[in-house]
């Protein structure tokens, strides 16, 4: 069966080596399967950096890192407090940078919003776990 996993993209203005990125996906994935329950299946996630002339953070901050995480409605906001501390804090220290140098934007979308499966709305899909957690 297939599961529909938060679709997660990272935009960094630091160049880093491959294996750094990897992991900031995989960290990513751990945080999300423990604050959101998701499941093993179908991780999807996209890793962008940008030229430093083509990234503005906030502040000119030269360490800073936004992901976009697109989900299914239906969390609580103490589980998105859980998401937000534990990825910012994670991310942080993987990059060896402040935790308000990261940036997380949740994109939630109803589930008939999603064509899956070949068409069918998510809406009509059981996937076998709750959102509203």
Same mark, same amino acid.
């Given at each position: 069966?297939?599961?529909? /996993?938060?679709?997660?993209?990272?935009?960094?203005?630091?160049?880093?080596?491959?294996?750094?990125?990897?992991?900031?996906?995989?960290?990513?994935y751990?945080?999300?399967?423990?604050?959101?329950?998701?499941?093993?299946?179908?991780l999807?996630?996209?890793?962008?950096?940008?030229?430093?002339?083509?990234?503005?953070?906030?502040?000119?901050?030269?360490?800073?890192?936004?992901?976009?995480?697109?989900?299914?409605?239906?969390?609580?906001?103490?589980?998105?407090?859980?998401?937000? /501390?534990?990825?910012?804090?994670?991310?942080?220290?993987?990059?060896?940078?402040?935790?308000?140098?990261?940036?997380?934007?949740?994109?939630?979308?109803d589930?008939?919003?999603?064509g /899956?499966?070949?068409?069918?709305?998510?809406?009509?899909?059981?996937?076998?776990?709750?959102?509203?957690?």
């Open positions: 069966m297939s599961f529909p /996993m938060p679709i997660v993209r990272v935009e960094d203005p630091v160049n880093r080596p491959q294996g750094i990125r990897r992991e900031v996906i995989e960290t990513t751990r945080c999300l399967k423990r604050a959101f329950g998701v499941s093993d299946e179908e999807q996630a996209r890793y962008e950096h940008y030229r430093e002339e083509d990234f503005r953070a906030p502040g000119d901050k030269p360490e800073y890192l936004q992901v976009s995480i697109t989900v299914f409605k239906g969390r609580t906001l103490a589980t998105k407090r859980k998401l937000y /501390m534990e990825l910012s804090n994670s991310l942080a220290e993987l990059l060896a940078i402040a935790p308000s140098s990261v940036l997380i934007l949740l994109d939630e979308h589930a008939e919003n999603w /899956m499966q070949g068409g069918v709305p998510a809406s009509e899909i059981d996937f076998g776990y709750s959102v509203n957690v």
